[in-house]
């Protein structure tokens, strides 16, 4: 006899009937056999089963069999059969997910999809279960609601496979995201609407807004929105600004949205007295001369979350890592100010115990601990941690730094320091193939490291040729030639240049060199270097050379030997080695001609540069090259040392190095003659400078490696001595400055750095040559 025990279509009745029936069949089980399994095996159901073979079952048992079963999720039917003393446990198993396919998703990235699906149950190798579709589509639709995407439709669909699986397809429709028509402002009087709604990002629909998109609604936009305005009137003085609603609204097709934001303004309020409360670590008077809210301002959130942060950066300096400051206004409205107490939790003083590294795979864990200036079981300072990020970024090998601090386990008065960096390329091995307006087809091979085998050491081997310039370099610098930080460089160079090939010039210099150099640290900002070098330069002279260049060469021969010596001081506070945004630079340095020199010279040279916020993520740019050199012996500089301007990191909108002093070209057959053509041959003064409006990317997300600006700049290359050999007086003055504007992008491109710049000169002169257009592919200006 074979008898049925509840399935689920029946267990409600069964469960009923067993409550009601205690004289219920029972026997003893001998033996459980499985049906219908496939894609599951018997040990993993037996596993399953509240009672084993030899035990009594009655009606209630084997409901919870089936209960049991059904809970696991494997099963879409689940029946308990009796034939005699066996048992059968017949089921149907749920598909397995084969292939998950989705369409037509373009603003929501397929593998963010796709982890969405996995925390619901949809994903590769899962038991499929057929609620989740629903769930799917639900879920969809509100997330492409959020992005102002209410016309979007998602269809999902499940195709039985062979071996009792399926394929889920899901195809998207996204639809146009709804355009913002309108923002209203309702109940302000004390500021207007124009004032309000240019805080937001927001914004109804105008010219810009292809570029801009900020018209397109979004949720999150909108609750941004909402906390600036709030903190635009906190800022101001009204705490007791509330938003009362926000009514958003779409147009019957759903493209079009009208935003309606309801305010009551309230009255401002001053602040009244400004005191400290808590535990105070510190001396009570050094911390009130950090409070920068003072009684009879208006009140500011602003200045009061900036004064939270300068008294926790300061208890942070002694130890206090995890100091804790709030300033809690407290209102009185009969007087409308607010008094206002800062409430210090310095906590305990805490030291680290260990320093942990992540992200860092190609370098040594040496390389960053060696930039840290805060120590394994020091105490811990706020101060030695910040600065240690910024040296870590200063490095150039990671893209991004992050460190945080976190409680040891079991004590209460340690900290380990986590540092997670992210590793970026700090060098190649390389064949390039570029061309330049100025110096026509490039070709370079180089092997550059500036992180080598993750030693932190920078070695370069360089060829690179051009049709005005064969260079061959090796260089080698080990920053940390000593535990202290002094570093230790050598450098040997061979170049040829062409210049004649071009008409550019008409002599070409041939130069073979080397130098070792040494950098000491002054301060964490500051070193001074010193080098010393070996310079042996050829000078060929072409048909029609300058009559400078000719005099020069008749003067002190065309095979000169120098050597060299340079010191220089440089100090560093930017934030980061490739495209910083805040700090500054300026350096000074001095290079002589050397006793036993076949010329004798020196050259004075002054580098700055500072950068400024403007707003946003707009930053301004200022910065100075200046530079002056002369003879020690001899009627001028040679003219190989001299300055030359114009083009990249001069003044744009110039031909390269076309700027300044001219001198006539003569015949070498008749020197005598001098001839109606000119050409530049730089001066022993420089004196360059300008501002640049760096601005975000229109549509790019990582902005890491690219960089848009408008500049002007100023300057020009000058000559002091006033050679007679010059066709125009160059002696330093107001009026012999040039001046360009333009706009201008870099970028590092996976196939070599590119640069180019639109510039138009203002103030040309006869015998300028300008270039508007400016570009280089396979080599960095």
Do not use: C
Not at 75 to 82: K, M, S, T, Y
Not at 195 to 221: A, C, M, N, T, V
Not at 474 to 494: A, K
Not at 626 to 653: M, Q
């Amino acid at each position: 006899m074979t008898r049925n025990w509840p399935s689920l279509a029946v267990l409600p009745l069964a469960l009923a009937i067993a409550s009601v029936s205690a004289h219920a069949d029972s026997f003893v089980v001998k033996d459980i056999r499985l049906e219908g399994l496939g894609r599951l095996s018997a040990s993993s159901v037996y596993a399953l089963l509240p009672f084993a073979a030899g035990e009594t079952v009655t009606d209630e048992r084997s409901a919870d069999l089936v209960r049991a079963l059904f809970a696991s999720g494997q099963f879409e039917d689940v029946q308990a059969l009796r034939d005699g003393d066996a048992l059968i446990v017949r089921v149907v198993e749920r598909p397995s997910i084969s292939t998950i396919e989705l369409s037509g998703n373009q603003s929501i990235n397929k593998e963010d999809l796709l982890k969405g699906l996995k925390t619901i149950g949809l994903s590769e190798g899962e038991v499929f279960k057929r609620a989740a579709l629903d769930q799917v589509r639900l879920e969809l639709q509100r997330q492409y609601a959020a992005q102002g995407r209410y016309g979007a439709t998602v269809t999902a669909t499940a195709k039985p496979l062979p071996r009792n699986r399926v394929g889920i397809s899901i195809t998207i429709k996204e639809g146009d995201t709804a355009r913002i028509k309108r923002i209203s402002i309702n109940g302000n009087t004390v500021f207007k609407d124009p004032i309000l709604l240019k805080q937001l990002q927001l914004q109804s629909r105008h010219l810009l807004s292809f570029i801009y998109g900020d018209d397109k609604y979004s949720r999150e936009k909108l609750t941004a929105d909402i906390e600036t305005l709030r903190s635009f009137y906190l800022d101001r003085g009204y705490l007791r600004f509330s938003v009362d609603s926000t009514q958003v609204t779409l147009s019957p097709n759903k493209d079009q949205v009208y935003i309606d934001i309801n305010v009551s303004e309230g009255e401002p309020f001053k602040v009244g007295d400004v005191r400290l409360a808590g535990d105070l670590p510190v001396p009570e008077s050094e911390l009130k001369n950090l409070l920068l809210a003072q009684p009879g301002q208006v009140y500011s959130q602003k200045v009061v979350t900036l004064t939270n942060e300068i008294i926790t950066r300061r208890l942070g300096r002694d130890g206090y890592l995890l100091a804790d400051v709030q300033g809690v206004p407290e209102l009185d409205d009969a007087t409308k100010t607010a008094k206002i107490v800062f409430y210090v939790n310095a906590n305990r003083v805490m030291s680290v115990r260990r320093i942990n590294f992540t992200g860092n795979l190609k370098t040594d864990d040496s390389v960053l601990r060696r930039e840290m200036r805060q120590f394994e079981g020091a105490q811990a300072s706020a101060e030695k941690i910040d600065l240690s990020k910024v040296r870590l970024q200063r490095l150039g090998f990671f893209s991004d730094v992050k460190v945080e601090n976190a409680r040891v386990p079991g004590t209460t008065d340690q900290v380990d320091l986590n540092v997670a960096v992210t590793e970026q390329a700090s060098g190649s091995i390389s064949a390039s193939l570029g061309y330049s307006q100025n110096a026509g087809l490039v070709f370079g091979a180089n092997v550059s490291q500036t992180n080598f085998l993750g030693t932190g050491n920078r070695v370069s081997i360089g060829l690179n040729r051009s049709d005005v310039r064969d260079a061959y370099n090796v260089s080698f610098l080990d920053p940390y030639f000593t535990p202290e930080g002094i570093s230790r460089g050598y450098n040997f160079y061979l170049r040829q240049t062409k210049l004649d090939d071009l008409n550019i010039s008409n002599y070409s210099t041939d130069s073979l060199g080397a130098n070792i150099s040494f950098s000491y640290p002054i301060d964490e900002t500051e070193t001074i270097s010193f080098s010393a070098g070996i310079d042996q330069t050829k000078i060929s002279l072409g048909v029609n050379p300058s009559e400078a260049v000719f005099k020069f060469t008749n003067e002190n021969g065309n095979n000169l030997m120098t050597y060299t010596g340079t010191a220089s001081w440089a100090r560093n506070t930017l934030n980061r080695g490739t495209f910083p945004t805040a700090g500054a630079s300026q350096s000074v340095a001095m290079e002589l001609g050397l006793p036993g020199s076949d010329v004798s010279f020196y050259k004075l040279t002054y580098n700055a540069q500072r950068y400024f916020p403007v707003r946003s993520d707009w930053v301004g740019r200022g910065y100075a090259r200046l530079g002056y050199g002369d003879a020690i012996s001899g009627s001028s500089l040679p003219f190989y040392r001299n300055f030359f301007g114009g083009g990249f990191g001069s003044v744009r909108g110039f031909r390269d190095n076309s700027m300044g002093p001219r001198s006539q070209r003569l015949s070498l057959s008749n020197p005598a003659v001098l001839l109606p053509e000119s050409e530049s041959i730089g001066g022993n003064v420089q004196v360059e400078g300008g501002v640049e409006l760096i601005f975000p990317v229109p549509f790019i997300e990582d902005k890491s490696k690219i960089r848009t600006l408008a500049f002007f700049d100023v300057g020009n290359i000058f000559d002091t001595n006033a050679k007679a050999t010059s066709t125009t007086d160059y002696k330093p003055s107001l009026g012999n400055l040039r001046y360009s504007v333009g706009v201008g992008l870099s970028w590092i491109t996976p196939i070599g750095p590119l640069t180019f710049a639109v510039a138009k000169p203002l103030n040309t002169q006869d015998g300028d040559d300008t270039q508007a257009f400016q570009f280089s592919l396979g080599q960095g200006f």
